[in-house]
T-cell receptor
């Protein structure tokens, strides 16, 4: 069974400082990895995804993530955070459906990291 | 595109009552997912459908929970009878996938359920 670990429950960063959110996964095959962001009272928005190819992926809002197979990690980074980045961040792993009907299997999420931005 | 639509956005009910949550996926998507979010357990997959067929309902907590997808544009999640521990935010998501590929899941705004 697949699993995702986000070791940091809360992270506080000063506005303008760099950010790295950690994510480790467990999966038996090539993982499909995602980072989602959730603002208070809102649904989840996809920041970026990794399927294959270049291990450094770029996403929206200036975020990037690097897939490291040897470390089973997919850490999210941003060089300079803005106050509007304060939110909950979720790492997730998924897989294509094994069923002939196509489609996708459900995602397994980490517990999330709550990002606080200090002025 | 209107995105994934969920209704109601908020639901407050009393223990023992039946609750029905509704979801309209993005047109053309062939996979639909129901997730539950709580402080204690985070985001959990409850059930998902491919081409309107339930594929994996192992995440459904109890027989009190049931889900249907009568057609490609509508799904319901029903709780009967409801209990206070069912209080959570329930998300619906949809995606367009195919064998050997994986497309992102688009999430609805969620339904916040409170069972008193």
């Amino acid at each position: 069974a697949q699993s995702v670990t986000q070791p940091d429950i809360h992270i506080t960063v000063s506005e303008g400082a760099s950010l790295e959110l950690r994510c480790n996964y467990s999966y038996g095959a090539t993982p499909y990895l995602f980072w989602y962001v959730q603002s208070p009272g809102q649904g989840l928005q996809l920041l970026l995804k990794y399927f294959s190819g270049d291990t450094l992926v770029q996403g929206i809002k200036g975020f990037e993530a690097e897939f490291k197979r040897s470390q089973s990690s997919f850490n999210l980074r941003k060089p300079s955070v803005h106050w509007s980045d304060a939110a909950e961040y979720f790492c997730a792993v998924g897989a294509p459906s094994m069923y002939s009907g196509g489609g996708a299997d459900g995602l397994t999420f980490g517990k999330g990291t709550h990002l606080i931005i200090q002025p | 595109d209107a995105g994934v639509i969920q209704s109601p956005r908020h639901e407050v009910t009393e223990m023992g009552q039946e609750v029905t949550l509704r979801c309209k996926p993005i047109s053309g998507h062939n996979s639909l997912f129901w997730y539950r979010q709580t402080m204690m357990r985070g985001l959990e997959l409850l059930i998902y459908f491919n081409n309107n067929v339930p594929i994996d309902d192992s995440g459904m907590p109890e027989d009190r929970f049931s889900a249907k997808m009568p057609n490609a544009s509508f799904s319901t999640l029903k709780i009967q009878p409801s209990e206070p521990r069912d209080s959570a935010v329930y998300f619906c998501a949809s995606s367009q996938g195919s064998l050997n590929s994986y497309n992102e899941q688009f999430f609805g705004p969620g339904t916040r359920l409170t069972v008193l």
